[in-house]
Every structure is written in C-alpha cells, then in structure tokens.
C-alpha cells in the first residue's frame, strides 16, 4: 500500500514541497485553510514578485540568522534549490524572469498570478490533490499522524504517513498565515519562539511639524547604524515612524538594543570637514544653507532639527548630519510587517526539517525560527526549505515501506 503524505498551507514552502514530493511519486494532499491557495504568493507579487536574488550564494546565505541555527543548514539547503535553479523552474513554468540593477529576480511581467496558474497545473498533472478551507486544529501521534481539520463548520478527521508543516509565520494573517498553529505544536510538546514582526516599520516620536510637511517622504541614499551593523538605503517618514528597506535590514540588530538607537549619516558621501568646508562664508541660517550648499533634504533637514538643534555652528549641524541618532520606541505590530521571525526552535529539527520527538513530522518556510531581508531571500528560503522536506519526506516514506516490505516477506 503507497504511503500518504499531508502538507498543511498552500504557501510557496508548501506548493514547492508537494511538487517535489508527488514527483517522487509519493501521494500527496496539501490541506490549505482559506478557500484557494497561494494567496501570500500573490500578495508578494502585487509590487513585481521579487523570486529571489542573483548575488553569489557565499554571500546569499549570510544573509539568514535565527537563535540557535546550525552554521551550515542554509549552505546545503540553498545548494539544494538555489537561486539559479529556481530561475531554470520558473524557466520550465513558460516564466521567464530577468535581474534588476538592485541584483533582485523578477518573471518578466512583474506578476504572481500567470507562475502560479502554471504552477498549480503541474501540481494536479502530478496528482496532488488538494483540499481547501480546512483549518488543522489538532494533530495526534502514534503509527500514523491523525489530523483533525475544521471544515465549513465540521469536524474533519484523516489519517497520513508524514506530515509537512507549512503554515506561514504570522505575518499576513489575512492569507492564514496567522500564527495560531503554535498552540498545535505546544501540544505535541515542539518548542517554539514567540513570534516577532520582522522586515517592518519601526515607531518614532515626530514633532507636529516634521509630520505635518514631511509626511510620506523617501529619504535616499543614506547610510545608518544598529549597534555594530551598518546598512546603505532608503527609508520612508510615517505617521508612527519609519519603514523601508534600510530599517528592514537592521531591524534584528535593533531588536537586541535594550533602547534601540538608529544613527543615521544623512551625506555618506562627504566628511564632516567636507560638509564645514562647503559653508564657506555662511555665519547663520545654517539649516537654509544646508539645503542649498549640501543638498540636504527639507525631510533630513526637519529631522536633523528636531533631534538636535538649533544649530550655532557649522561644525554642529555637520556633526548632526552625519551622526543623527534617532530614539525608536518599538517595531511595528506583526499584522504589518512583511515576514515574521519565531517559531519553532532549531534544536528541535534534524538536517532534514523533521521534528525528533516526532519521526515522520517536517517543518517548512517561515514556521521555523529564521529571518531574511527582503530582496527574494525570503522567497528563496520558503523555496529552498519546501524542497528539502519534499525530498526528505519522500525519502522518508519510500524507506519506512521498503522496510515494512521486508518484514512482510521475511
């Protein structure tokens, strides 16, 4: 009898492991909790679906941390569904994809919904079979994983082999990625993080006039400082504070800061004597001055103000300038962020993502206690983490029925 393998959330870690598993001809249902899958996908794909990112995977897998990793996990997962091959599979989906100056991937139409149309086709063509708006409520062990699913109302009850994890962090909670499988794996004694907003915005106290003028403004090409992590980008002034892609990468550096501090060097191109020698002459109005002779910002100059003026010198507003430290009060709430970070902890999973007090059980994607910058890494890990565990749990079943095979004709 071929065995049965259950992935739970039709994500990109999800589709990515039933493709790989229902390849190896292992029979597969992936269970999701909405009425469609592929909903963060598409979410993802709204601004230009940014796939992965083409910088060398020396650096690519630097770029993941989480308490307790193992050294080497995204070295061999990576190399396992890299950021090439992903490009070759989208090649194969009739996608093709191109690099952006900034090094990120991105299909040609800059759309989610024709890859996963295509996607979603190979997978039935494979025989995956899926079933929606089916929220897991309750997994019991023993000779196989029972799965308890509520269903429009009813209670839902299926027996599987193994079983792949692939529910999302809590970011999003609209696709269902809301978090709410970590009482699940509580009860199965799985340890886990809290989950923590991670890629979000941080909250700052601004002054009614910064607000007021500066609202919404992109400040560009600035260089800033989390402790002893530095960062090039750009940020954007909201209402509550600040977002971009800067603050993005820094955000676990300051999350360790007992009184997060972001300094901020608003001309990293000049030194502070190159910004005191274009004052020249200029005796006062320093503020006005700086607008013309640095070409500082109407934005960097209120929050310069605001954060450390009046200014009586040149020597202090350059100083200011290149060293504005700004007091954050907190990150963004979850529901906001773009990724999450938490989740389950890394000594609970072998190489191969499976739980060890739960042999037959894996984890994929965002569940498990990792965070990425944005740029396609997080992509590539809910790829490169939905390919080992199909693979793995292939391997899993095909070898647990080789051995029961034996044992019936021995």
């Known amino acids: ?44 794909g709204k601004g230009g679906l940014n796939l992965t990112h083409a910088e060398p995977l020396v650096r690519f897998k630097e770029r993941y941390q989480g308490p307790s990793q193992p050294r080497d996990f995204w070295q061999g997962a990576l190399a396992g569904f890299d950021n090439q091959m992903i490009r070759g599979w989208a090649a194969r989906l009739d996608v093709g994809t191109f690099v952006a100056s900034s090094g990120r991937v991105y299909p040609k139409a800059l759309k989610a919904a024709p890859l996963l149309r295509a996607w979603l086709k190979r997978l039935k063509q494979q025989g995956v079979r899926f079933e929606v708006r089916h929220r897991l409520l309750r997994i019991e062990t023993g000779d196989r994983f029972r799965l308890h699913f509520e269903h429009e109302g009813e209670r839902r009850l299926h027996d599987f082999d193994a079983v792949i994890l692939a529910m999302g962090g809590g970011s999003w909670p609209q696709t269902g990625s809301d978090g709410q499988w970590l009482s699940i794996l509580q009860d199965l004694q ?46 954007i002034l909201t209402r509550y504070g600040l977002e971009g892609g800067l603050v993005y990468k820094l955000g676990p550096s300051l999350k360790k800061m007992d009184e997060p501090i972001l300094e901020i060097d608003f001309k990293p191109t000049f030194t502070t004597e190159r910004l005191i020698a274009k004052m020249e002459s200029a005796k006062k109005n320093f503020l006005k001055e700086a607008r013309v002779r640095w070409k ?87 790829f490169a983490t939905g390919t080992l565990v199909g693979e793995a749990s292939a391997c899993y079943l095909t070898e647990t029925n080789d051995a029961l095979s034996s044992r019936h004709s021995s």
């Open 190 to 235: 799985i340890d886990c993080h809290p989950l923590r907003s991670a890629n979000c915005g941080w909250e700052v106290d601004w002054a009614p006039e910064v607000l007021e003028e500066h609202e919404g403004t992109p400040l560009k090409n600035l260089t800033a400082r989390a402790g002893d992590e530095e960062a090039r980008g750009e940020l």
């Open 296 to 382: 500082l910002s109407p934005a960097a100059c209120a929050i310069v103000e605001q954060q450390a003026g009046p200014f009586r010198t040149a020597d202090e507003l350059a100083q200011a300038t290149k060293s504005c430290r700004l007091h954050l009060k907190r990150p963004r709430p979850i529901e906001e962020a773009i990724s999450s970070s938490g989740g389950v902890c890394w000594p609970e999973l072998d190489e191969n993502l499976m739980v060890r007090k739960h042999p037959g059980l894996f984890v994929a994607g965002e569940m498990i206690d990792w965070e990425a910058p944005t740029g396609g890494y997080l992509m590539q890990g809910c």
């Open 1 to 44: 009898m071929k065995k049965e393998l259950a992935i739970i959330g039709g994500g990109p870690a999800g589709l990515r492991a039933a493709e790989v598993a229902s390849k190896a001809g292992i029979n597969t249902t992936l269970f999701e909790a909405k009425r469609s899958v592929g909903r963060k996908f598409l979410i993802a």
